[in-house]
């Protein structure tokens, strides 16, 4: 069984940085493209960033400058260094896997943490 679990969100002030973190764990041999998403209240859940095993980034325009996404793809673990933070930083964020090779994983369902908060106060 594939488990993702996100840790590193918190009370930040606006300027401030976080890193999350996320660890895939289960009998995983590979994990084509990792990411973060959000989710603020009331709102969609939006991508943030994602990274291919080979280390190709894309990010979302709000956050191009002040986040860097990256990815071990040895330890199947995927981090969000989060800097100059913005109170419409504040969210839930989610860590996801697609294209999990692993034994009883289905290649094409994504895979979900169960999120992490993060709180940017003016």
């Known amino acids: 069984q594939v488990q993702l679990v996100e840790s590193g969100g918190g009370l930040v002030q606006t300027g401030g940085s976080l890193r999350l973190s996320c660890a895939a764990s289960?009998?995983?041999?590979?994990?084509?493209?990792m990411a973060w998403f959000r989710q603020a209240p009331g709102k969609q859940r939006d991508l943030v960033a994602n990274?291919?095993?080979?280390?190709?980034?894309t990010y979302a325009d709000s956050v191009k400058g002040r986040f860097t996404i990256s990815i071990d793809s040895d330890n199947n673990t995927v981090d969000l260094q989060m800097n100059d933070l913005e109170p419409d930083d504040t969210a839930v964020y989610y860590c996801n896997a697609e294209g999990v090779v692993a034994d009883g994983a289905h290649y094409g369902i994504p895979y979900w943490g169960k999120g992490t908060l993060v709180t940017v106060s003016s």
């Open positions: 289960g009998s995983i041999f590979s994990i084509n493209v």
């Open positions: 990274i291919t095993a080979g280390g190709f980034a």
